[in-house]
Each structure stands twice: as structure tokens, then as C-alpha cells.
């Protein structure tokens, strides 16, 4: 009598540890997809859908030419479709660093680490025709390629493609900049060697 | 009549009592170490992937910042897996004749999709958001570890719920600059003990009150 009643309750336990066991498992992964998983319901495989081709999601109509294309009236702008702060084109530097620096480099002259590991020379934005381009063709550029260069529309949203054309004009200027324009107490530095520049400054390491 | 026990089994009998002891605690220990360790965690395995792409190169090598490929993280709750396109931007023209990177040019071809696998995976009853870590100066490298020493990616952290409190308790003991988030390898100007709290406080870290609080994570 009493084994019988004892095996049955081992065999109670066993079984509520059985279900709950299921039970943790599906919660770990329950019935939704994550970001990027793959489906079996979609035919192409893909959780992450794309929007049907030709829709619009709401508010997300690009029916601003100069600020989505970079051109006015069909030519390139010469303007910026929004005026560009100081903090955001300190933006435009970062994301510079991040997208562009691989190939054009820190300074845009166009030997970036990848282009020193065998990709085909990117243009220098110190040459004469890009100096004299419209800020319009950075931006064009940028979103559909040139050249080698692949669009970055997937991986740069249209703000951040202006602010970096932002810091190309700044890149540019650095690299062409009249001798009036550097502080007469900097200009000592300009006979500098690169590691000399970036030594701290003597009255800095003194410390008086 | 003699005795059915020897008189040694009054010492077997004291001496089963102090095993039965000692073996329910090393059983117990042996579970939480068990729990802990990678086997159960997968923490440090090699997953094996469609390419065998290497973060060692680049990222150490090259020098390429995370956000190159993983565009939404400071945006959204997923990194971001780069489309195909983002390695074809290089290898269209970089090692593109070689015999590894044949699934990546398959891949753009045929617009079919790289099946990479997932190397972190939270439980679905985590609710986890890159961005937010990101903008409060939480390194890439404290969770996934220096991923520029990485030839295979592989899983750093136990991604346990201790492990994430270990951080929600003490924020201070891991923020950094916002501006070193992205770095690898990084080490703190000062000591972490002076700089860490005036993080928390500039960015506006919520206490570890809030942070260790259930629905944070569990929404």
C-alpha cells in the first residue's frame, strides 16, 4: 500500500519535472521572430520584410528634391537643404571617421586603410574638381556611389550624408587653408613633423 | 543470539550521516558550477558560421569602426546585421576572386540571404536594447569583449541574469565616455573609481533601485 503510494508520487515528480523543463524551453524561445531570423512562413525565408514596392510608410514621402537628392531644378545644389550647427557638423566628422575614413582617410586624401590594402584609389577632395563641385554632388555621391564606391543610402541616413558632405567642405578647407588663417602663436607649428604636433604643447607639460 | 550489526557499524553509521551531508552539498556545489560554466552558457565556443569572417582583422587590422556594419546601434534595440551589400562595398574588388568569400558573392548574385548564426542569443523573456547602452557609455567590449583579438566571433560574457546585475548594481564599476564606446581595448584615463560615478551622474544613470528592477528587463 504505502510503496505504491510512494512510487506514485515519485512519479508525480518526475513528470512535473519533465513539463517544466518544456516549459523553459519555450520560453526561451517563444513563438516570434527576432530581428534577422529566418521564417518558414515567408517564401523568400526572411522575417525582416521589405515594404511593398510602391508604398509610401506615412510621413516618410521624400517629396523634398534638394534635401533627398541633393539637386534643385534637376542640377546639383549649391546650398544645404537646412543650416548645418557646429555640433552637428561635429557629427559629420565622426560619421566621416566611421563611413568614409576607411578609404578616403582622416585628411580625404584618399589613402584610407583599406586603399592601402588593395582597393582602388579614392579621389582626393583636395584635387581641383572636387573643390570646385556643389556640395549637391557630395551628397549625390555619397547616396549612389561613384566609381568603385558603392551608394552608402543603406548604411548613412540623408541628415548625416549632408553633415558629412558638411565636413568634406571642412576637409577641404584644412588643406587649403591661407597662412592668415592660422593663429600667428600656431604657425611655429606648421614646420612641425606630424609626432611633433601631436606632442602636448611645452607650457601644458610644465604644468605653470 | 548474536548481534546483527558488527560493532564497526556504529562507526559506519555515524560516518554515512556526515557523507549523506557532504554529498548533498558537493552535489548542489556541482550544479552551480555546472550553471555557471560554458557548457551550459556557451560563453567562449566557436560557432561555426557560412564565412569564416574575421573581426581580428577587421577591426584590429583595418581599423573599422563597429557602427560600419552594425548601422542601428545607436538607434535601436538590434545592433544590426549588415546586408551583403555592406562587404560587397570592399570585396567587389578585395580578395574578390577568393574561394571563402564565394558564399558572400553567391549571396549578392542571387539575393538570397547569409544564414549567419546567431552568436548571442538572449532568452525570449529578455528585453534587451543596444541603443540604450550605447548612449549611457556602456563599451562594446564590456559585454562582447575585445572582439578586435577575435579571428571567429564567439560569446564573452555568460549573458546570465547575474552577469547583467553585476552591471545594474554597480554602473559606475563599467560606464566610460561616451566617446570611447566604440574603442577596443580601452582603459580609463583615471581610475574607474574617480571617473565612473561622475559618468553616472553626467549621463543620467538611473540608481541601481531602478535598474534592478524586475520589468527593466522583464517587460
Redesign the interface.
Known amino acids: 500500500m504505502r510503496s505504491s503510494a510512494s512510487i506514485r508520487r515519485a512519479a508525480l515528480v518526475l513528470a512535473a519535472v519533465a513539463v517544466l523543463a518544456g516549459c523553459r524551453q519555450d ?4 513563438p ?1 521572430y ?3 531570423e ?1 521564417s518558414t512562413f515567408f517564401a ?3 522575417a525582416s520584410r521589405a515594404y511593398p514596392i510602391g508604398t509610401v510608410a506615412r510621413g516618410q514621402l521624400r517629396a523634398d528634391d534638394h534635401l533627398y537628392t541633393g539637386r534643385v531644378n534637376g542640377e546639383f545644389a549649391e546650398t544645404f537643404p537646412f543650416a548645418v550647427s557646429h555640433a552637428e557638423m561635429a557629427r559629420g566628422q565622426q560619421r566621416y ?3 568614409c575614413a ?1 578609404c578616403h582617410g582622416q585628411i580625404g586624401d584618399g589613402n584610407g ?2 586603399v592601402q ?4 584609389q579614392a579621389a582626393t577632395y583636395h584635387q581641383d574638381r572636387l573643390r570646385g563641385e556643389r556640395i549637391g554632388y557630395f551628397y549625390d555621391v555619397i547616396t549612389n556611389g561613384f566609381g ?1 564606391m ?1 551608394g552608402y543610402a ?3 541616413p540623408v541628415r548625416d550624408r549632408w553633415l558629412i558632405a558638411a565636413y568634406i567642405r571642412a576637409l577641404q578647407l584644412s588643406q587649403h587653408a591661407p597662412l592668415e588663417a592660422v593663429r600667428p602663436g600656431d604657425r611655429p607649428r606648421l614646420d612641425q613633423t606630424p609626432e611633433e604636433q601631436l606632442a602636448p604643447p611645452p607650457t601644458a607639460a610644465t604644468g605653470h | 543470539m548474536s548481534q546483527i550489526f558488527k560493532q564497526s557499524a556504529n562507526a559506519w553509521s555515524k560516518a554515512s550521516i556526515f557523507a549523506l551531508v557532504f554529498t548533498l552539498l558537493a552535489l548542489g556545489w556541482a550544479v552551480m558550477v555546472l550553471q555557471r560554466s560554458d557548457f551550459v552558457t556557451s560563453a567562449n565556443q566557436f560557432i561555426a558560421q557560412p564565412v569564416q569572417f574575421s573581426h581580428q582583422h577587421h577591426v584590429g587590422g ?4 563597429c ?2 556594419c552594425h ?1 542601428s546601434v545607436e538607434v535601436a ?2 545592433a ?2 549588415p ?1 551583403t ?2 562587404c ?3 570585396h ?3 580578395w574578390s576572386d577568393s574561394p571563402y568569400l564565394e558564399p558572400v558573392r553567391a549571396s549578392f548574385r542571387n539575393d ?2 547569409l ?1 549567419w548564426v ?1 552568436v548571442h542569443d538572449l ?3 529578455v528585453y534587451f536594447n543596444h541603443s540604450i547602452h550605447v548612449a549611457k557609455g556602456v563599451g562594446c567590449e564590456t559585454c562582447h569583449g575585445q572582439v578586435d583579438k577575435m579571428p571567429l566571433m564567439l560569446q564573452k560574457a555568460s549573458l546570465q541574469m547575474e552577469w547583467c546585475l553585476e552591471c545594474h548594481r554597480n554602473p559606475e564599476q563599467f560606464v566610460r565616455p561616451r566617446s570611447e564606446v566604440f574603442t577596443m581595448g580601452y582603459q580609463p584615463a583615471s581610475s574607474q573609481a574617480e571617473i565612473g560615478p561622475a559618468l553616472v551622474k553626467e549621463y543620467n544613470i538611473a540608481g541601481s533601485s531602478n535598474l534592478t528592477n524586475c520589468s527593466v528587463c522583464h517587460r
Open positions: 520560453m526561451h524561445d517563444t516570434r527576432e530581428p534577422f529566418a523568400d525565408g526572411r571617421n566611421v563611413y576607411p586603410m583599406v590594402r588593395g582597393l582602388r568603385a558603392q543603406e548604411q548613412v | 583595418i581599423g573599422i569602426d557602427r560600419y548601422t534595440a538590434s544590426g546585421i546586408p551589400k555592406t560587397i562595398n570592399c567587389s574588388q578585395i538570397t540571404p544564414e546567431r532568452p525570449d523573456f
